[in-house]
């Protein structure tokens, strides 16, 4: 029987496809793919502990003769203290004085002088000032090679129809170098199997539309910020919303903000497949990917020693090929550590953000107590038809929620609530230390993430978004 004009077209299209793909391994990704297939195969052998350990004290001792040679900075940080020019095992490295974002924006001279890439990544500053670290195309392979060995446990591919909410449009800069630079990006996408969704435009009025268009896309992976995947979700069931029983999707991917176990659950829920947990920092690339369960973020050994200090902040060390290594850096995240080698954590249960994310409540007798902004977010998200919440510290011990929702909601109703499980917890805050208000969208960073706890120098998480 001769085909229809449409079946003819449809063929050709999956000619087109096919040749497409085969011309972007061949030419655009076959070196990365190369040192994925590699590292993947790396990663099933299971080496032993020792052998994890001597891997990483190798890889250090290299990357680090590397460092204060060739980069002005690591000379003069070795100099200024006294550090040896090489490790004999793991645990000389906890001895390293912590490099933090202060120290790279007061010697940020010394930092970009060498500088072999030419890029620039920015992170948040403590200050509310932007720190800059220099970026490069090398960089960006490493990031995608260890995205993948954590998508790989999940089967995900390159190349596989991804569904990305991003919000870094802002780096592209303005004029004729933003435009062209937007412009490549969309290329890139387009050849790389990539929807791009602005995670800025995630009120309730909007979520019900990207539900659609994940519906209709069909994406085999979704990736997004916790709080935008979770927005998605939550209408999902409370509208009772399915996407059909024959879709392709593998895996919904988080990133970038804290996953709690109430977002584990309602995200599976909805979707019917996997969550994955991704960690990472955008100036030092990817460090986690969760393998089986949402607790279990395995860390990438052989790209990042990570470790903690005496209040469970986390400490990394990139030993991957990167422009700018970062040596026992301090990312200010608190986490949950479950498997360590000579003070080299190799497995976390999870990443409790930043220490600061503490808010101040008054007692009835005046005194103050601390509650962790993670306490709130759990009380407030067990509460039906929120979409978005914002803590914030509004005087000594005055706190304001600001809640976003597809409804008008009973705002006194949900303060009582809160109050209640606050109370269970630390006693009997006084009720006119917190207020709860309605909101159209609550405050983001420029990279349109949403934070646990708003003010000044918020800064933002690891976007995971580099599929090219």
């Known amino acids: 029987m001769p085909l229809t004009s449409a079946g003819t077209v449809e063929r050709a299209l999956s000619v087109f496809r096919r040749l497409r793909t085969s011309i972007v391994r061949r030419f655009l990704l076959l070196n990365r793919l190369e040192e994925l297939d590699s590292k993947r195969r790396l990663y099933k052998v299971s080496p032993s502990p020792d052998d994890i350990a001597r891997c990483q004290v190798e890889r250090f001792n290299r990357m680090w003769q590397r460092a204060h040679r060739e980069i002005p900075f690591y000379d003069h940080w070795r100099r200024e203290h006294a550090l040896p020019e090489r490790i004999g095992r793991l645990r000389e490295l906890l ?45 960006a392979r490493t990031a995608y090679v260890d995205i993948y060995v954590g998508r790989s446990w999940y089967d995900v591919r390159p190349l596989d129809d991804a569904m990305v909410f991003w919000g870094h449009q ?17 290329v890139l996408d387009r050849l790389l199997n990539i929807q791009r969704v602005s995670a800025y435009d995630m009120s309730a009025s909007t979520v019900a539309r990207h539900v659609s268009t994940v519906c209709r896309s069909d994406p085999q992976v979704i990736v997004g910020y916790t709080s935008c995947v979770y927005k998605l979700a939550r209408h999902m069931v409370d509208e009772g919303v399915t996407c059909g029983t024959n879709r392709r999707l593998k895996a919904v991917v988080v990133t970038a ?14 979707f019917g497949v996997p969550l994955v947990v991704e960690y990472g920092l955008a100036e030092a690339g990817v460090i986690a990917y969760s393998q089986g369960d949402p607790s279990n973020l395995r860390v990438f050994w052989d790209s990042v020693i990570a470790t903690s200090d005496e209040d469970d902040v986390l400490l990394v060390t990139t030993i991957g090929d990167r422009d700018f290594p970062l040596v026992n850096y301090r990312t200010d995240d608190v986490i949950d550590a479950t498997e360590e080698i000579a003070g080299s954590i190799l497995g976390m249960r999870s990443v409790l953000g930043r220490k600061r994310d503490v808010l101040r409540m008054a007692l009835t007798d005046g005194t103050e107590v601390e509650v962790n902004g993670l306490l709130l977010m759990h ?35 949900l303060k009582r609530y809160v109050l209640g499980v606050v109370r269970g917890e630390h006693g009997e805050v006084a009720e006119s230390c917190l207020e709860v208000a309605q909101v159209e969208a609550v405050r983001r960073t420029p990279a349109g993430k949403e934070v646990l706890v708003y003010a000044p120098e918020a800064e933002g998480r690891w976007a995971g978004s580099s599929d090219a």
């Open 170 to 186: 802002h780096l592209f800069g303005a004029g004729l170098r933003g435009t062209l630079a937007e412009y490549r990006r969309r």
């Open 257 to 270: 903000e804290t996953v709690t176990g109430s977002d584990v659950e309602l995200i599976q829920e909805a």
């Open 379 to 413: 009380v407030v998200k067990g509460y039906r038809h929120v979409f978005s919440m914002q803590f914030e510290q509004k005087g000594p011990a005055e706190v304001r929620i600001s809640v976003v929702s597809d409804r008008e909601l009973d705002c006194e109703e």
């Open 95 to 139: 001895e390293f004085p912590p490099l933090t974002k202060d120290d790279i924006q007061q010697n940020e001279t010394l930092i970009f002088q060498n500088a072999r890439g030419g890029g620039e990544i920015f992170t948040g500053g403590s200050t509310g000032k932007p720190v800059r670290f220099p970026f490069s195309p090398v960089d």
